[in-house]
């Protein structure tokens, strides 16, 4: 019987291993697009090895790709968690929710100039009865929102603002009112929460709004 003998893996494929388990201990969202760019990076080469074309030139179109898909699937999924936090908060009786909004940002290839338009998550808003605030239902309600927030906040490393907002008391002034700012460091990321008064929410309700911000531009 022939020994077998131990499979090579292209020297391209085992820096990709090498990369992606380097960043094990980092956020997936906060390095995804530097991760895409790797993997591309490697994948391209090493099929160019394996049809013996040029391994410089693919693994440059290999990143290209990986680095656009990777700033993109960050941003896609942001949009699809908001979306499913705004859909376990409106569970609460009489719970009402905005669509989710999202802003576009050029995203540039440092390589090859190229620019193409993401959508970002950018803000949501959900009305919570102020009956069902306390209950169990308004508290994981609660608990969803300012779970995505503290993620959104970690995985972009930026800050994110959580308001938390209630109609005046009776003879109260008319005008938005700051009674309390709370900040939350996650990560390298900080929630900024704001508990305000303001005559323009419905007097039976606590609105929840969780914003983000955006650049127009950024290079990857």
């Known amino acids: 019987m022939k020994k077998l003998s ?3 893996l292209p020297t391209a494929l085992v820096a990709v291993v090498l990369a992606v388990n380097g960043c094990a201990n980092m956020d997936d969202k906060t390095t995804s697009a530097g991760i895409g760019a790797a993997v591309g990076c490697a994948a391209g080469a090493a099929l160019a090895k394996l049809t013996k074309n040029d391994a410089g030139t693919a693994c440059l179109a290999g990143a290209v790709v990986g680095g656009l898909i990777g700033y993109q699937r960050a941003r896609s999924s942001e949009i699809q968690e908001a979306q499913a936090a705004a859909d376990e908060a409106v569970k609460v009786s009489g719970a009402k929710a905005t669509p989710v909004q999202t802003q576009p940002v050029h995203v540039t290839d440092k ?19 102020l009956s069902q605030v306390d209950k169990p239902e308004g508290k994981a309600a609660m608990q969803k929102l300012n779970d995505y927030a503290r993620k959104l906040a970690r995985e972009r490393e930026e800050e994110v ?27 390298k990321g ?20 969780i914003e983000a911000s955006n650049p127009n531009r950024i290079s990857v």
Do not use: H, W, Y
């Open 6 to 8: 131990a499979m090579r």
């Open 190 to 209: 900080v929630v900024r929460r704001r508990v305000l008064s303001d005559p323009r929410v419905p007097a039976n309700v606590q609105r929840v709004t």
């Open 111 to 129: 390589q090859t100039g190229k620019t193409e338009t993401v959508r970002a998550f950018k803000t949501f808003s959900v009305d919570i009865p």
């Open 161 to 187: 603002e959580m308001n938390i907002v209630t109609a005046p008391g009776k003879g109260a002034r008319a005008t938005q009112v700051d009674s309390q700012v709370l900040t939350e460091e996650v990560g």
